[in-house]
Nanobody, 124 residues
């Protein structure tokens, strides 16, 4: 199985940028479709972005479209999330996840492996 570790979170000002990384070990991420989710206090886990295993097709949640970009570097066994034009409502713990499928998913229950999360806080 694959182990996932997120990094790159922290404090940013509104309008700023952060880049999250998700380093994998145990298995190569080329065998998985990958996703990013986030969870703010008192809220359900929310889909952010996904990228498919084979063709690298991407999909985004409506709240981040045009601002966030998901990418993967299979050679480095790492998943990324570039976050631009950050807003205070982007504040959450961000999780990366892996799914043993060619197809990405917006549903957290369809992912098999999860990282421990990294905190992103955006100040106004």
């Amino acid at each position: 199985q694959v182990q996932l570790v997120e990094s790159g979170g922290g404090l940013a000002q509104a309008g700023g940028s952060l880049r999250l990384s998700c380093a994998a070990s145990g298995r190569t991420i080329s065998g998985y479709s990958m996703g990013w989710f986030r969870q703010a206090p008192g809220k359900e886990r929310e889909f952010v972005a996904t990228i498919t295993r084979t063709f690298g097709r991407t999909d985004y949640g409506d709240s981040v479209k045009g601002r966030f970009t998901i990418s993967r570097d299979n050679a480095k066994n790492t998943l990324f999330l570039q976050m631009n034009s950050l807003k205070p409502e982007d504040t959450a713990v961000y999780y990366c996840a892996a799914r043993s499928s060619d197809i990405g998913s917006t549903l957290s229950r369809e992912y098999n492996y999860w990282g421990q999360g990294t905190q992103v806080t955006v100040s106004s």
